[in-house]
């Protein structure tokens, strides 16, 4: 069974860093495309990044040179480090896998706020 989880958000002001988590199960994470996608209150689905089998990476061009996606294949897991965080990357951050770009999972929340 396919499973991904997510953790690592939280409370940050204005500038500050989080790094967000999602560890899977059920598949070899690093052999296909895993996204990162958000959702504010009260808007639609966001595509935020992608890495591909390959490595090669993906952004949005809101968090472009402010988040970094990354994975590590020894613990099948997916991560996004949010540096330079703004109050309008608020939002649940879901990971993804796949073309599928709609949540599956529970997500983790990140608030930027002063």
């Known amino acids: 069974e396919v499973q991904l989880v997510e953790s690592g958000g939280g409370l940050v002001q204005p500038g500050g860093s989080l790094r967000l988590s999602c560890a899977a199960s059920?598949?070899?994470?690093?052999?296909?495309?895993m996204n990162w996608v958000r959702q504010a209150p009260g808007k639609g689905i966001e595509w935020v990044s992608t890495?591909?089998?390959?490595?090669?990476?993906g952004y949005a061009v809101s968090v472009k040179g402010r988040f970094t996606i990354s994975r590590d294949n020894a613990k099948n897991t997916l991560y996004l480090q949010l540096n330079s965080l703004k109050t309008e990357d608020t939002a649940m951050y879901y990971c993804?896998?796949?073309?599928?770009?709609?949540?599956r999972s529970q997500g983790t929340q990140v608030t930027v706020s002063s």
């Open positions: 890495i591909n089998d390959r490595g090669e990476t």
């Open positions: 993804t896998k796949g073309g599928d770009y709609i949540p």
């Open positions: 059920g598949f070899t994470l690093s052999t296909t495309v």
